[in-house]
């Protein structure tokens, strides 16, 4: 049948040319200009068709925005499926990048960048079948990320009161006779990204301790000044002398024990409460002021330097948990926070205030003389508490407070230590930062928390050292 349809063409084909007057001797030179022709003219309106569709694509002014290296980026837009097809992006894959095509004509172009710079990209696609495929170069560029043009060059280890660039520790306080868990205390302390930069040394420090004789905690926290050249000795002076200060009197104390135990059965009791106060006050407020006098021991030693040279904030808390409850005694002077956290009842009670210079931005420091000889110190700088239970009691610096926190006012809303909280136990997944497990006997704590500390955040570099009671 098909051989008879051709056949039929054939004359029919004859036919039409005998009846245009085409002679026997000019058939197949007709022919081959009739079909050249015919091709020409094809092909002109297939590339007219492509042409017209590739100027449909250009106008669309596709543009890709710029990212950030490591961080989510993602671009949406849409081509007209109905006249295109195997679309595809070249140099997305180099990149990280994922590039995708959805039947409906919408497109996407999502990841995380791996590579900084300028870049091209190259949209293909094919138009009509037979034309060549189809391109449209698309420019895109990706920021460095900002944490990798931080140089960390290492602390000179003959440098004056050498101080390693982090510190971490874990104090695991195993179950009681009855076998239930007791608190756990871990920290960590990392040289912020200023200092790193420049070689410089970490001007925090922290000192933890749990007498397993009497079950009293002790942790202290210290910042020193960026702008005090020996800041990191008076830092660790100022948080070794309050927790020897404090362990020599609580490992054997009776009588503060027995005070204690009275203040809480009759918390109405003026007498009972001064008495217990003034207790507090030999055992914190003369600790802080021991610690003030042995850093000015050492800045005496130091014929080229001055107190201030020393200068250091400090916070101390001591604690034990009785059958009543936990009793917390306190000192704060400097920024930072301290607070104790407690997801059951909702609160976050500081102990203490940020203690600010007399400009913004400045701060008060242990080595300032006139720290101890201010009439409220007392009132203004110790916190003694009972309470139930609590989470966690922090004592950070300000190069965990004020990422975490920003302003001052932050720091006595409760729902902004709930968002902290989650943070620390969540990491930071976008930076690749694991989150701490608080739970108890976790010794992996440690080296989580360490590694939390490095979390980004801009214009925040400071050094960071966080202590945790849990």
Known sequence: MAAVNLNESARALDRAMRMA???SSDKESFLNWAVGSLWRTFKDERMNQRIMIENEVRGLGLRFPNGTVRKEYSVFFRLPVDKISDITLSGADELGLVFAAGEDGLCSLSGKPRTAGDFTLRLRYRTVEGEPVSELAIPVAFNP?????WHNIPTDPDIPYYKPDCDSEYVKVEAGADGAPRKDIVAASQRGRSHAREGKARDDHFSLFHCNDSDWYIIAVADGAGSAKYSRKGSEVACKTVIDHCKNLLADNPGFEASIREYEADRENQDKRTTVTRQVIDIIYTGAMKAHEAVKKVA???DEAKLKDFATTLMFA???????????????VGDGAMCLFDEKTKTAKLLGTPDEGEFSGQTRF???PEIFRDPEVVSKRLRMSIVTDFTALFLMTDGVSDPMFETDRNLNDYTKWEEFYNK???GFPDDEIKGVDLSDDNETA???????LDFWSPGNHDDRTIAILY
């Open 145 to 149: 990320d900002p944490r990798e043009l």
């Open 424 to 426: 620390l136990s969540s």
């Open 300 to 302: 005496e030693a130091n």
């Open 446 to 452: 440690e080296e989580r928390l360490l590694g939390w």
């Open 366 to 368: 242990l080595t300032m």
């Open 21 to 23: 007057g085409v002679t």
């Open 318 to 332: 001591v604690c034990k948990k009785y059958d009543f409850g936990w009793f917390i005694a306190s000192f704060w």
